[in-house]
C-alpha cells in the first residue's frame, strides 16, 4: 500500500504568480483534503473533494481552487499569490463509504514562500 | 460547529517521565477525536483516534487518549518519556461520518529533557 505523496516539496514564487501544487491520494482512497498549515499554527482546512466535486470549504478565498482526477490524485491552485499564502501545505487521503474509517492520512507537505 | 483548544502551546518534561498533552473540544455532534503528531519539516502522522468504540484509546509508540465526554476532553497520555517523542501533537476534531472538515487544535510542541 502506498503512501501519499506531494510535489514539489518545494517552492519560492512572487506576488502575484499562481501556483499548483500536487498530491498522489493513497491507494483505495476516494476522498483528499487540503490544508494550509502557517508557522507555528495548527493546519486549517481549504477544502475536501471526493469523487471528483467538491465536499465541503473552509474560510479560504474564491482564488484558492482544486480539482481531483479519476485516479484520485489531486490539484490544489492557488492565483494572485499574496505573502500570507506563505506555508506549509497538506494533501490528506481518507476512503468514504465502503467501510472506510474516515481516518486522514497525510503527505510530507508542499513548503510554498512567497516573496 | 466545532473546535479543539490544546492547553500548553509547550511542554517540557524529563525523559523517563509521565507525559500528558491536554486536549478539550466542542462539537454540536458526536465526534471524532484524533491525535497527530509532527516532527520538524514532515507531515501529519496519525497516532490514536476515537471513532465512538472504546473510550480508552492506544495508539502507536505507546501513546493513550481517554475520550470523556463529562468533560470534552481527549488528553494524550504516555508513561515514560522518550528523547525520540520530542515533536509537535495535534488535537483533532471532526463530525462522526467524516465527511467533512477536520479541525485542528493549535498543536503542542513536547520537549523532553534528557
Known amino acids: 500500500e502506498t503512501g501519499v505523496t506531494q510535489s514539489p516539496t518545494h517552492l519560492i514564487k512572487t506576488r502575484g504568480q499562481q501556483v499548483t501544487l500536487r498530491c498522489s491520494s493513497q491507494?483505495?482512497?476516494?476522498?483528499v483534503s487540503w490544508y494550509q498549515q502557517a508557522l507555528g499554527q495548527g493546519p486549517q482546512f481549504i477544502f475536501q473533494y471526493y469523487r471528483e466535486e467538491e465536499n465541503g470549504r473552509g474560510n479560504f478565498p474564491p482564488r484558492f481552487s482544486g480539482l481531483q482526477f479519476p485516479n484520485y490524485s489531486s490539484e490544489l491552485n492557488v492565483n494572485a499569490l499574496e505573502l500570507d499564502d506563505s506555508a506549509l501545505y497538506l494533501c490528506?487521503?481518507?476512503?468514504?463509504?465502503?467501510?472506510?474509517?474516515?481516518?486522514?492520512?497525510f503527505g510530507p507537505g508542499t513548503r510554498l514562500t512567497v516573496l | 460547529a466545532q473546535s479543539v483548544t490544546q492547553l500548553g502551546s509547550h511542554v517540557s518534561v524529563s525523559e523517563g517521565a509521565l507525559v500528558l498533552l491536554r486536549c478539550n473540544y466542542s462539537s454540536s455532534v458526536p465526534p471524532y477525536l484524533f491525535w497527530y503528531v509532527q516532527y520538524p519539516n514532515q507531515g501529519l502522522q496519525l497516532l490514536l483516534k476515537y471513532t465512538s468504540a472504546a473510550t480508552l484509546v492506544k495508539g502507536i509508540n505507546g501513546f493513550e487518549a481517554e475520550f470523556k465526554k463529562s468533560e470534552t476532553s481527549f488528553h494524550l497520555t504516555k508513561p515514560s518519556a522518550h528523547m525520540s517523542d520530542a515533536a509537535e501533537y495535534f488535537c483533532a476534531v471532526t463530525p462522526s461520518g467524516g465527511y467533512q472538515k477536520v479541525t485542528f487544535g493549535i498543536g503542542t510542541k513536547l520537549q523532553v529533557i534528557p
Open positions: 491507494s483505495g482512497h476516494n476522498t
Open positions: 490528506a487521503s481518507s476512503s468514504i463509504g465502503g467501510g472506510g474509517t474516515d481516518t486522514q492520512y
